[in-house]
């Protein structure tokens, strides 16, 4: 982890094909994410509470100011690498979060990634359709 400036603090996240780069720093609770509201950018309820959990397990929602930027992957594995990103920027902040945060499964990194396509395959595992004649 790195630090950005005196009371921010950064944290990076990663889940499936996206790519989060998170920033924390004390404030009065805003989260943004690629310079948009997360709440406009995720357009989901389920995932708006994905991305909070950090925050909400730790009781620290309007205690800090979260910017997110996010690359790669569809929506879900945004929210999933910005929550890693959270956790980890919260972990600079003070280590004596980590029983906490790992005990909520905040600090595992998801490694299920897309399969590759073989060839002589149509997808990755599903062979082609038999043809006796």
Do not use: H
Request: proline share 3%; aromatic share 8%.
């Amino acid at each position: 982890m790195r630090q950005k400036k005196t009371n921010e603090f950064y944290g990076t996240g990663r889940r499936k094909c996206a790519v989060a780069r998170v920033w924390v720093e004390p404030g009065d609770g805003q989260i943004s994410i690629n310079g948009r509201d997360f709440k406009d950018y995720l357009c989901r309820p389920v995932l708006e509470i994905l991305v909070q959990s950090p925050l909400t397990a730790l009781d620290l929602e309007g205690k800090y100011n979260v910017k997110a930027y996010v690359k790669g992957g569809g929506v879900t594995g945004q929210a999933g690498a910005v929550k890693l990103g959270i956790s980890r920027a919260l972990l600079a902040i003070d280590e004596e979060m980590r029983k906490d945060l790992r005990a909520g499964g905040f600090l595992t990194r998801d490694p299920r990634v897309k399969e590759r396509k073989k060839y002589g395959r149509k997808k990755a595992r599903r062979g082609f359709q038999f043809v006796k004649r």
